[in-house]
Structure formats: C-alpha cells, structure tokens
C-alpha cells in the first residue's frame, strides 16, 4: 500500500485548503483512510477517518463542521477539505489506512499504512 498526500500551504486564518491522499498497490474496500495531524512540540492527534466504501465518517472535535472528509473512487483518492481555518490547525498532516476490522478508527497507532505527511501552516 502506498499513500501519497499532498495539498499543504500557507493560508490565513478563516480560508481553506483541500488535501489529496492517492491510494495505490491494493483494493481499498474494506479499508478505512484517516487523516492525522501533528503540531510541532505535540502529539499526533486524529482527525478525521471514512470507510473507503462509503457510509461512515469520523472527525475529531476539534475539527467537526469545518473539515470534511471524503474520497473519489475512480481516482483512488481521498480528500480533507479544511474550512475555516484556525491558526491551532497548524501542524503536519497525514493519511494512513488500515483495514475495517484493524481496531479503532481514531488511533493511529491501529493504522499500518502511513503517507508522507504535508505542512499546512494557518497564519493569524
């Protein structure tokens, strides 16, 4: 499995930014693909997750309402549309994926599959 993301800039607080995650090497299925960010000096942290076949999608409290996850079949790629950008959005994101039945959607540590991560810096 190979995850590429990309996607990450500069935007001011209360603009947007979309990231892409294509998926290769595999039929995503029965996978789940989640988005995980960390901040300089912290901890990793969850995102956002979504079954790869639809239905279900996860967020973060932090995030809920203005992130959206989401994904193009046809691409094999999987999206974070970040609204309303906070300067606290600030952090590397990434894009992992594991299978439906690896454990918990919200820990990352359940998560095999790692793309390289992208920089999304949100200035005040």
């Known amino acids: 499995v190979q995850l590429q993301a990309s996607g990450g800039g500069l935007v001011q607080a209360g603009g947007s930014l979309r990231l892409s995650c294509a998926a290769s090497g595999r039929t995503f299925g029965s996978y789940v693909m989640g988005w995980f960010r960390q901040a300089p000096g912290r901890e990793r942290e969850f995102v956002a997750a979504?079954?790869?076949?639809?239905?279900?999608?996860f967020y973060a409290d932090s995030v809920k309402g203005r992130f959206t996850i989401s994904r193009d079949n046809a691409k094999n790629t999987v999206y974070l549309q970040m609204n309303r950008l906070k300067p606290e959005d600030t952090a590397v994101y990434y894009c992992?994926?594991?299978?439906?039945?690896?454990?918990?959607?919200?820990?990352?540590?359940?998560?095999?599959?790692w793309g390289q991560g992208t920089l999304v810096t949100v200035s005040s």
């Open positions: 992992a994926s594991k299978t439906l039945y690896g454990g918990s959607n919200y820990d990352g540590q359940r998560y095999p599959y």
């Open positions: 979504m079954y790869w076949s639809g239905g279900s999608t």
